[in-house]
Structure formats: structure tokens, C-alpha cells
């Protein structure tokens, strides 16, 4: 009896025992567990804050989402001599600026700021206006594998032609105003009133069947009585738009029309009044460019809407992909005794003048901003698809200069030596 009382008391203290101890180490388990799952979440928290966003709107639970992640280093190549890497903006502003989809990339000028190693940058951009002479010793040394070595060009191709043979194979994308470029930045563009961009683009289409105006827009057209009129900034220019502009003058004389030629010794008024008194006068605007090069669509046809005038353009672009059907005039397409008879026939008859004008009931046509383009390159460092696979401009050098470049690059002496540098490594252009 008394052997079976102690066994069973050894059996109650062996129970108690135990669970005393699964007690004590639960607890210690759920403690050690909180503790190590908040110094995780802290130091996650703190890891986030290392990344720099310099756009206080940017809630914080914003900031853990993916795109903000894995920050994408841009470095806008400047010379030595010349520091634009104010131009864009620094860090990551201008993707917030422009309320890009990715904003996880920090644009510098700073060529230092990766432990003083440019190549560990994912892209670099070099701006038309660095390579016009390409000189070496202002171009990267070395780069590596993974870079995108990105050419910018928002100027004329026949303004800043590249000569340098060892601008093919250079670059892995290009960004520029020309509609077959990796990254298209275009001077103006079209968009619907839904806010969808409609044109520049390879492929367009427009609307097929537009709306009458307004009487409100009639009764504005309806005080003009001047045929055209043009307001030109630019008194020299190599393609001799002010020759062509007096002929055309001189034609529309003769058939008792008035073409204005404001500045440059023509007739003289402040922008504001020239403006005013395009809006109220004159049925068309003249819009030359100044480049005759392909895609080359400046925002100078602008003057023309804005003012409800007609545009007659003069370019060497396709215009059906830049601007809205029967909203303007090529004058590059015909003759100017034809051109003349078609402007005097148009005045003649409203109602074809009005529709030169339905466009409005659809679209609106505005300039792009400066650097139009920023998103998509934060975009396409974030897509392995771009990204990730090997792209290499093998002959960038006619893409980007496609007249002949003899024109404009081979050197004018017949020398050996000018002739092997434009051949191996031209550093000059001819102008």
C-alpha cells in the first residue's frame, strides 16, 4: 500500500514536472519569435529608408511597393568643360515630375557618385550636343556588359550630324524626335479628348468621319480677310526658307493676295500683337521648318492651330503621321502656282475653309514637354525583355544623318589624312 501511494506520487510530480517545462518554453518561443519578427520588420523598414525619394507626396506605404524597389542608376554623360546635369534633374525628380509608371531610377550628372566607377551605372545618356566632335578623351574609357549607352538627340540631325565612324556600334538605344527611335520624342503631339496620345506614330489612325464646327468657331473664322501671313525668327538659314517664302509672296501678289512676312526687316509688331492679329485676320499661317530631315516636325506649326489658322507646312516629314486629315496644306507636294490656286479657291469657299478646322471637335494639338521620354527610360531599365537582352545601333550613323554624308561630313579637301579621318574617326564637321 504504501509502495503504491509513492509510485503514485512520483507519477503526479513527473506530470507536473513536464508540463511546467512545455509551459515555460512555449512562452520563451513566442517570445523569441516577436522579437526576432519585429527586428525583422524594423530592419526592413530601415532598408527602405535608404533608398532616396526626394518627392514628399509619396505616402509610406507606398514606398514598399516593388516599383520603388531596386533603385536604376541613369548617368547623363556630360564633357568636362561643360556640366549640364541640371538640364533633366537630379535624382529621382524627374520621374516624379513626370508621374512616370516606374520611379525607382536616380538620374545624375555626378560620373563619381558609384564608388567613382561610371561603369556600374545600368545606363549612361550622351546628348547630341557632346558628340557633334567626337573626341575620345571626353567619351567613356570603359564600360561594362550590362549598360545601355543611350543616345539623346532633340535637335535637327541636319544641325548636329555625327560623323564619327565609331559612332556605329556605340549605342544601345537611341532617343530622339525620329518615329523609328527606341525612345520617340516628338515636338508636338496629338492626343483625343480622352487623353490617349494619337499621334506621332509610325501608324495612325484618324478619325474618318469628323464633325461639323460650332457656329461659335464660324463666326470667329468669318472676320478673317488676309490670305497668309508668317512670323519669321530666323533671318539665315541654310535651307533658304526666306528665298522660297518671297517666291510664294511674290505669286500670291499676283493673284491680289496678301502674304505678311513679319521680323527680319519685313513688317515689324510685338509677338503679342503678330499673334493677335494672326487669330483675327488671316485664313493661313506659313509653317516652314527649318530642317528638311525626315520626322522633323518642330512645334512652330503651333502658331498656325493655336491661332485658328490653316498651317501650310514645309518639311521634309510625312505630315499624315504628325497631323490630324485635311487640317493643313503641304506646300512640298505641289506647285506654288497650283498652291496659290488652291489657298485663292479655299478663301473663295467657307465651307471648305471650315473644314480645315473640324479637327478641333476631336483633338488637341500641344507641345511635348523638353524631355518627353524620361518615363520610358526609367521603363525599359525595369524591363528584362529591353534590358536583358543584347541591342547594338550597327549603323547609327546613317540612321541618324540619312542625306548623303558627304554633304555635311566628308571633309571638302580630298587630302589623304581629311579623308582616313572621316573614314576612321572624323572630329570635324563641315559646315
Known amino acids: 500500500m504504501y509502495l503504491y501511494l509513492k509510485i503514485g506520487y512520483f507519477v503526479k510530480l513527473f506530470f507536473l514536472i513536464t508540463f511546467l517545462g512545455l509551459f515555460t518554453y512555449t512562452i520563451l518561443t513566442f517570445y523569441t519569435f516577436q522579437t526576432a519578427y519585429s527586428n525583422m520588420s524594423q530592419l526592413e523598414l530601415n532598408q527602405d529608408k535608404i533608398e532616396i525619394f526626394s518627392n514628399p507626396e509619396v505616402k509610406q506605404q507606398d514606398i514598399r511597393t516593388d516599383k520603388f524597389k531596386n533603385l536604376k542608376y541613369v548617368l547623363l554623360w556630360t564633357s568636362y568643360n561643360n556640366n549640364t546635369e541640371n538640364i533633366i534633374g537630379e535624382g529621382q525628380t524627374p520621374f516624379f515630375e513626370n508621374r512616370c509608371t516606374y520611379t525607382n531610377c536616380f538620374l545624375t550628372g555626378d560620373k563619381y557618385l558609384l564608388n567613382e566607377d561610371y561603369t556600374k551605372f545600368d545606363a549612361v545618356i550622351f546628348d547630341v550636343h557632346q558628340l557633334q566632335v567626337w573626341d575620345v578623351k571626353n ?120 502674304f505678311d512676312i513679319y521680323g527680319c526687316g519685313k513688317l515689324v509688331c510685338s509677338r503679342k500683337s503678330c499673334l493677335e492679329t494672326i487669330k483675327r ?116 550613323r546613317r540612321w541618324w544623318y540619312t542625306r548623303p554624308l558627304f554633304e555635311r561630313c566628308f571633309p571638302k579637301s580630298h587630302d589623304r589624312p581629311d579623308v582616313l579621318s572621316y573614314v576612321n574617326n572624323s572630329r570635324r564637321t563641315l559646315h
Open 281 to 396: 485676320d488671316y485664313y493661313f499661317y506659313f509653317s516652314p521648318e527649318d530642317s528638311n530631315m525626315d520626322d522633323y516636325v518642330s512645334a512652330g506649326v503651333l502658331t498656325a492651330y493655336d491661332q485658328f489658322a490653316v498651317p501650310i507646312v514645309y518639311g521634309g516629314a510625312n505630315y499624315s503621321k504628325f497631323l490630324p486629315e485635311a487640317s493643313y496644306i503641304n506646300a512640298g507636294t505641289t506647285s506654288i502656282d497650283k498652291l496659290v490656286a488652291l489657298v485663292e479657291y479655299i478663301i473663295r469657299n467657307p465651307n471648305i475653309y471650315y473644314n480645315f478646322h473640324r479637327w478641333r471637335n476631336h483633338y488637341v494639338i500641344s507641345e511635348t514637354e523638353k524631355f518627353n521620354g524620361i518615363c520610358e527610360v526609367c521603363e525599359y531599365l525595369n524591363d528584362l525583355s529591353k534590358f536583358g537582352v543584347v541591342s547594338i545601333k550597327s549603323n547609327f
Open 139 to 258: 567619351l567613356p574609357i570603359s564600360r561594362s556588359l550590362h549598360q545601355k549607352y543611350i543616345f539623346y538627340g532633340k535637335v535637327s540631325s541636319e544641325d548636329f550630324p555625327i560623323c564619327s565612324a565609331y559612332s556605329n556600334k556605340y549605342f544601345n538605344w537611341t532617343w530622339s524626335y525620329k518615329l523609328d527611335s527606341d525612345i520617340v520624342s516628338p515636338f508636338i503631339e496629338v492626343r483625343d479628348f480622352d487623353g490617349n496620345v494619337v499621334a506621332p506614330k509610325l501608324n495612325v489612325n484618324w478619325e474618318p468621319k469628323m464633325s461639323v464646327i460650332s457656329e461659335a468657331v464660324k463666326e470667329q473664322l468669318k472676320q478673317k480677310k488676309k490670305a497668309i501671313a508668317w512670323i519669321n525668327k530666323k533671318c539665315q538659314s541654310r535651307d533658304n526658307r526666306m528665298v522660297f517664302a518671297k517666291r510664294l509672296q511674290i505669286a500670291f501678289k499676283q493673284s491680289s493676295l496678301d
